[in-house]
């Protein structure tokens, strides 16, 4: 078994932006730089024989880059509590045409489908124990964060791998975009 997710990396140079939001929330447990990036679709635990139907789904996607614009802060709550802290995604067609993609190629790999509506953004912090004050501060202080734009010139399958203090993410296999090549992600990096 394998725990697996679809998700766009964070280059350098906009993690380090993402980095420096870090910090200031007692009691929030914040996301390692390293661990910074977009989801485009939670698949969870599968047999390695689905991950390898999986990765040849998420193969054929064809699809144009574009670029990735962070802006702002917020919070997302369950039950009246908040429970996570991220920073916000500038609406973008080329993106939400790629997530349906990957959504599309999952299903027909046999995932069932995504249940949650896509709501792009990258996780900064877990909050669960973090005082609701504190946050809806600092959101109002980041409220104006802004990124320079990112290139996404391809995406990646992720391995999960659970750790006593937090996860631990490697991109087991990238997709290009059309027109991209991987030699491009080498450059990012």
Same mark, same amino acid.
């Given at each position: 078994?394998?725990?697996?997710?679809?998700?766009?990396?964070?280059?350098?140079?906009?993690?380090? %932006?993402? &980095?420096?939001?870090?910090? $200031?929330? *007692?009691?929030? !447990?914040?996301?390692?730089?390293?661990?910074?990036? +977009?989801?485009?679709?939670?698949?969870?635990?599968?047999?390695?024989?689905?991950?390898?139907?999986?990765?040849?789904?998420?193969?054929?996607?064809?699809?144009?880059?574009?670029?990735?614009?962070?802006?702002?802060?917020?919070?997302?709550?369950?039950?009246?509590?908040?429970?996570?802290?991220?920073?916000?995604?500038?609406?973008?067609?080329?993106?939400?045409?790629?997530?349906?993609?990957? %959504?599309? &190629?999952?299903?027909?790999? $046999?995932? *069932?489908?995504? !249940?949650?509506?896509?709501?792009?953004?990258?996780? +900064?912090?877990?909050?669960?124990?973090?005082?609701?004050?504190?946050?809806?501060?600092?959101?109002?202080?980041?409220?104006?964060?802004?990124?320079?734009?990112?290139?996404?010139?391809?995406?990646?399958?992720?391995?999960?791998?659970?750790?006593?203090?937090?996860?631990?993410?490697?991109?087991?296999?990238?997709?290009?975009?059309?027109?991209?090549?991987?030699?491009?992600?080498?450059?990012?990096?």
């Amino acid at each position: 078994m394998v725990r697996l997710f679809v998700a766009l990396p964070i280059d350098d140079g906009t993690r380090d %932006e993402l &980095a420096g939001l870090a910090g $200031g929330i *007692p009691g929030a !447990r914040w996301v390692p730089p390293e661990n910074y990036h +977009l989801t485009l679709r939670f698949i969870g635990e599968v047999e390695n024989v689905l991950a390898d139907e999986l990765d040849e789904a998420l193969a054929t996607i064809r699809a144009k880059p574009f670029e990735l614009k962070l802006r702002g802060v917020n919070v997302f709550e369950k039950a009246g509590r908040i429970h996570s802290l991220y920073a916000g995604v500038e609406r973008c067609e080329r993106l939400s045409h790629l997530q349906s993609k990957v %959504e599309t &190629a999952l299903q027909r790999a $046999g995932l *069932p489908p995504e !249940r949650k509506k896509f709501a792009p953004h990258v996780t +900064l912090a877990r909050t669960e124990k973090a005082a609701p004050d504190k946050l809806i501060a600092f959101v109002q202080a980041h409220n104006l964060f802004r990124a320079p734009p990112q290139p996404v010139n391809h995406f990646s399958l992720y391995s999960s791998r659970l750790g006593k203090e937090q996860a631990h993410y490697v991109a087991e296999v990238d997709y290009a975009l059309e027109g991209a090549s991987l030699a491009a992600r080498a450059a990012e990096h």
